[in-house]
């Protein structure tokens, strides 16, 4: 049968979430998260529709990419479709022909799992490694300690309190209300929260969201930061412990979350709160093309 790529619309998205579900364990490689569409949610259903892409073969999803930009797409494989020869080839012919509607013409890039065969048939088509990221994981079979500050589940009431803290955090004023409300509306949130952490005055000093793909699977941190003018206090550390421990109330397994290997600060934070430093990984990339 042949593999053909779609968008999925609308009402697709919820299997294309479930599918990510599914293909979620742990030990697996850092890879698309359910929670990855959720937080895209932000920007309403039609939106990640339209940045959502599905390969099939004989009805099934073998895999799923969101273009988290026209210049990045975030793929993942089945897990018994990763050595598939035939659909690495044409995931290959789909992201670089533009009229296959992935990728235009120019310079792009490529995050698929790092033991899948489309990694070494991107670096045969002359993609190169990109940037460094790192992976970390925390194992949550036993329990998680307080995090040693006052923390509350974000509801509608409060979404206001969660986008501050994001935009001061990251310094863009992307993440509004009305964004969050989306967000929470998109069926991945079901299995999310986000949190707050306070000081002991009252002031919000730093927030995560958490998407768990169900019990007993890895759950995802994204995205995570901490208001700028409450940083060097162990608050980083602090909302790092309690995303783990609501991951664990949540039913998941581990906590993952990945961020650039040069942001050595937030690689140490993640450390200190008992994330176990996976190796680096690197997207491919490619050179504008004429």
Known sequence: MAIVLRKPGVEGL??????LR?????????????????????????????????????GRILAVGLLDGPELLRLTI???AQQDEELAQQLVEDVTEPECGVFTKGTASIEAPVSALIQDLLFEHGWKSAEPWTPLRRDLTQRVADAGVR??????????????????????????????????????????RCLVAYDDLGNAVAAVTVWSAGAGKPGLLEPLGVHPDHR?????????VAAAAALQELGSSSAIVCTPSLNVAAVATYASAGFQQLPEIRDRSRDVQA
Not at 37 to 42: H, K, M, Q
Not at 152 to 180: I, N, S
């Open 78 to 80: 089945a897990p018994d």
């Open 14 to 19: 919820g299997e294309a979430v479930g599918v």
């Open 151 to 192: 923390i509350d589940v974000v509801g509608p009431e409060q979404a206001h309190v969660r986008t501050a803290v994001q935009r001061a955090a990251f310094g863009k004023p992307t993440f509004t209300d009305e964004r969050w409300h989306a967000m929470a509306a998109g069926p991945a949130y079901a299995d999310a």
């Open 232 to 240: 060097g206090h162990g608050y980083g550390k602090a909302i790092t």
């Open 22 to 58: 599914q293909w979620q364990y742990d030990g697996a490689p850092m890879q698309l998260h359910p929670g990855d569409l959720g937080w895209f949610w932000r920007f309403g259903a039609e939106a990640t529709a339209v940045a959502v892409r599905t390969w099939r073969r004989d």
